[in-house]
T-cell receptor, first 123, second 110 residues
Framework: GAVVSQHPSRVICKSGTSVKIECRSL??????MFWYRQFPKQSLMLMAT?????????EQGVEKDKFLINHASLTLSTLTVTSAHPEDSSFYIC???????????????????FGPGTRLTVL | DAKTTQPPSMDCAEGRAANLPCNHS???????VYWYRQIHSQGPQYIIH???NNETNEMASLIITEDRKSSTLILPHATLRDTAVYYC???????????FGAGTILRVKS
């Protein structure tokens, strides 16, 4: 259990277009999802925290008008990169906060389940 | 900023124990120590977490010092598939965001 999927896994687009990335929790409901960005040979950088039914909370320096996040249901959050440019090329990873006790009956804790990531290349 | 410091890289022989250290001298009383790992081009995978007692699961053991200012992740019998970047993170128990530092690149060699 506790699987998080992302779609697409890889996308190549032209500069100026918008790209939508989906993050789904397949077998559990996640009230909170997180979006990260990772450049080559660097660590994950948290972009925003997404709560179902409310506006996302963006980290300092992340443009909310460029990276639109929608968490319309307990199993789906989307990240839209608007007017993408080559510098937006990166590996985008989402994670979902699992409810306590989900993972094999272990005690409650903040286990986040990560998606496999989406490789975005903007030409 | 990450509240942890880790060595940038380590090598380990296949079949031997891999001991990955982490310093978290500013950890607060209600924060836990979490370990995740990321295999190349994949999303991070949870390994283990702890508050102050040593913990063990099917993947690894976590040793936390008595003053909680540092910890060590132990992979008892490293395999080639354990080659990954290992991240030590301090965070609260519920719904808290994870701040990733640079991590330790562990290379398991045959």
């Amino acid at each position: 259990g506790a699987v998080v999927s992302q779609h697409p896994s890889r996308v190549i687009c032209k500069s100026g277009t918008s790209v939508k990335i989906e993050c789904r929790s397949l077998d559990f409901q996640a009230t909170t999802m997180f979006w990260y960005r990772q450049f080559p040979k660097q660590s994950l950088m948290l972009m925003a925290t997404s709560n179902e039914g409310s506006k996302a909370t963006y980290e300092q320096g992340v443009e909310k008008d460029k990276f639109l996040i929608n968490h319309a249901s307990l199993t789906l959050s989307t990240l839209t990169v608007t007017s993408a440019h080559p510098e937006d090329s990166s590996f985008y990873i989402c994670s979902a906060d699992a409810p306590p006790g989900l993972a094999g009956g272990r005690s409650s804790y903040n286990e986040q389940f990560f998606g496999p990531g989406t490789r975005l290349t903007v030409l | 900023d990450a509240k942890t410091t880790q060595p940038p890289s380590m090598d380990c022989a296949e079949g031997r124990a891999a001991n990955l250290p982490c310093n978290h001298s500013t950890i607060s009383g209600n924060e836990y120590v979490y370990w995740y790992r990321q295999i190349h081009s994949q999303g991070p995978q949870y390994i283990i977490h702890g508050l102050k007692n040593n913990e063990t699961n099917e993947m690894a053991s976590l040793i936390i010092t008595e003053d909680r200012k540092s910890s060590t992740l132990i992979l008892p019998h490293a395999t080639l598939r354990d080659t990954a970047v290992y991240y030590c993170i301090v965070a609260g128990l519920y719904g808290n965001k994870l701040v990733f530092g640079a991590g330790t690149i562990l290379r398991v060699k045959s």
